[in-house]
């Protein structure tokens, strides 16, 4: 039997999504623009939504962005962003996905932004299961969640079943 325990409703994403855009204004004062860039599907959506609070509460201007590859071979295809390498030259990139589960995702998708001069690189979950098996952390968690490698976390960022679920 396949059950699905909700773990966070739209209110209490909503309330994670502004508190990890308040951390990354306090975390960039200084800057005057910066670059959000979301990992296609769930990422991309996240990164919106951040982007959007951000600009609501400071004065920093935002460029959004989204970084695409094969989540379970991500060394087979190429990786695309929907950015030029001069938009994020020399500035300071936010990477965020929905989940980090083993790391592999938000890994290769760093690599990506490595091969060019940054200011800095920060990460952004909304949840962080805590089995990495690559060496990134997030720098920015909405939600730890201890999990078993056998339970799975689904994001739906949008419709009435808004939610974070573990099944």
Do not use: C
Request: proline letters at 2%.
């Amino acid at each position: 039997m396949n059950t699905k325990t909700k773990i966070l409703d739209s209110v209490g994403i909503s309330q994670k999504i502004n508190r990890l855009a308040w951390e990354v204004y306090e975390n960039n004062l200084l800057e005057k623009e910066i670059i959000i860039v979301g990992v296609s599907g769930r990422g991309e959506a996240l990164a919106n939504q951040l982007s959007e609070v951000i600009n609501e509460i400071s004065s920093i201007r935002t460029k959004i962005g989204t970084i695409s590859l094969d989540k379970d071979n991500p060394y087979q295809k190429e990786i695309s962003t929907t950015l030029d390498e001069v938009d994020y030259s020399n500035k300071v990139v936010v990477l965020i996905d929905d989940v980090l589960n083993s790391g592999k995702t938000l890994m290769y998708a760093a690599k990506h932004f490595l091969t060019t001069p940054i200011l800095k690189l920060s990460t952004v979950v909304l949840v962080d299961r805590t089995h990495n098996r690559f060496p990134i952390k997030a720098d920015y968690v909405g939600l730890s969640l201890a999990t078993t490698l056998k339970e799975y976390v689904n994001v739906k960022l949008d419709g009435e079943e808004q939610g974070i679920y573990l099944s």
